[in-house]
């Protein structure tokens, strides 16, 4: 279960800053840093079962139908994954906080942040190939909004739209 957990926590960020962001922009980080903060805890502290030599499992019928499951994996290397996705991704917080202009709609990029770190981690996790297709399409999807975030310069356009072709064409060659 802490499995699932950690791989909804940066999920559930996504809508932190749109409950917070009417309060300011301190009291927006703080709240939305704390979800991935407490995903990287509970990934810190499932190392001494994984220095055991286990690799952690949790699977969930999800659409029992098509014999699908939500599944999630954590061994050495998905580890290493997501202590630098979950590491970088705070550190990333703490400077958008000083970097945004405080005109801007920090709320919405923060947002964006966290659907990119959910969707990485989830991809470090997934045991399956069908999970592990769709934390790839939510990348592509978190990219090409990070990447656009100001919308109004061309070259961000221009580098969003780039991103979402090559990232779109990975996800097709990925299913292939």
């Given at each position: 279960?802490?499995?699932?957990?950690?791989?909804?926590?940066?999920?559930?960020?996504?809508?932190?800053?749109?409950?917070?962001?009417?309060?300011?922009?301190?009291?927006?980080?703080?709240a939305t840093g704390i979800l991935?903060?407490?995903?990287?805890?509970?990934?810190?502290?499932?190392?001494?079962?994984?220095?055991?030599?286990?690799?952690?499992?949790?699977?969930?019928?999800?659409?029992?139908?098509?014999?699908?499951?939500?599944?999630?994996?954590?061994?050495?290397?998905?580890?290493?994954?997501?202590?630098?996705?979950?590491?970088?991704?705070?550190?990333?917080?703490?400077?958008?906080?000083?970097?945004?202009?405080?005109?801007?709609?920090?709320?919405?990029?923060?947002?964006?942040?966290?659907?990119?770190?959910?969707?990485?981690?989830?991809?470090?996790?997934?045991?399956?190939?069908?999970?592990?297709?769709?934390?790839?399409?939510?990348?592509?999807?978190?990219?090409?909004?990070?990447?656009?975030?100001?919308?109004?310069?061309?070259?961000?356009?221009?580098g969003a739209r780039m991103a979402?072709?090559?990232?779109?064409?990975?996800?097709?060659?990925?299913?292939?």
């Amino acid at each position: 279960m802490t499995l699932l957990w950690i791989a909804l926590l940066p999920l559930l960020g996504v809508l932190v800053p749109a409950l917070t962001a009417q309060r300011g922009r301190t009291w927006c980080s703080l709240a939305t840093g704390i979800l991935p903060a407490t995903a990287l805890l509970l990934t810190l502290l499932q190392i001494p079962a994984l220095m055991e030599g286990e690799a952690l499992r949790f699977a969930a019928t999800w659409m029992p139908a098509l014999g699908l499951e939500l599944a999630f994996r954590l061994d050495g290397l998905s580890l290493l994954f997501n202590l630098l996705i979950l590491g970088i991704g705070l550190l990333i917080l703490l400077y958008a906080h000083f970097y945004l202009a405080s005109d801007e709609p920090f709320g919405r990029f923060y947002a964006f942040l966290m659907l990119f770190m959910a969707s990485m981690v989830g991809i470090s996790m997934s045991d399956n190939l069908i999970l592990l297709w769709l934390f790839w399409e939510l990348t592509s999807l978190s990219s090409f909004l990070l990447i656009g975030f100001w919308s109004y310069r061309s070259d961000a356009r221009k580098g969003a739209r780039m991103a979402l072709t090559v990232t779109g064409a990975g996800g097709l060659a990925l299913l292939a």
